[in-house]
């Protein structure tokens, strides 16, 4: 094939048109992946993200948050969560396997304080949770 002295060969496109081409797909679709989608109920739920592993199992309810227990095959776990965040106040969390020492977690906090879990198989465990000075304690649960 004989060459053309006259003929040259096009320009290669300019490094920030193919940059563009390139990147800008990628950071859409990573912008996607990261950004958080609302959930049922419109967005703005006032709901703790669970901390916990495990199926939640019980709910203690109180004047001014709610103590929350969850239960995997071998560990008990609780978190502690205020009624009405924003406010930074003192609370605690306290989560005992039976014949075993209690793990506690105080201090002050905006919206939950916790988790704390313990080693609790073929274990009952007591819980104490408390936001504010005003608390419930559970006995003896998931037995």
Same mark, same amino acid.
């Given at each position: ?6 003929? =040259? ?49 019980? =709910?203690?309810?109180?004047? =001014? ?26 609370? =605690? ?51």
């Amino acid at each position: 094939m004989p060459t053309d002295p006259t003929h =040259t060969p096009p320009p290669p496109p300019p490094r920030r048109r193919l940059l563009a081409r390139v990147l800008g797909p990628l950071l859409a679709a990573l912008a996607l992946l990261l950004l958080p989608v609302p959930g049922p109920g419109g967005g703005g739920s006032a709901e703790a993200v669970s901390v916990c592993h495990g199926r939640p199992t019980k =709910t203690y309810r109180f004047a =001014t948050g709610e103590l929350r227990l969850y239960r995997t095959r071998h560990y008990a776990c609780a978190v502690t969560v205020a009624k009405r965040p924003g406010t930074v106040r003192p609370m =605690t969390v306290s989560l005992q396997p039976r014949g075993g020492r209690p793990a506690v977690k105080a201090g002050r906090f905006p919206r939950q304080t916790g988790p704390v879990t313990v080693h609790a198989l073929n274990r009952c465990v007591s819980a104490y949770g408390s936001v504010a000075g005003q608390g419930r304690s559970t006995g003896w649960v998931l037995c």
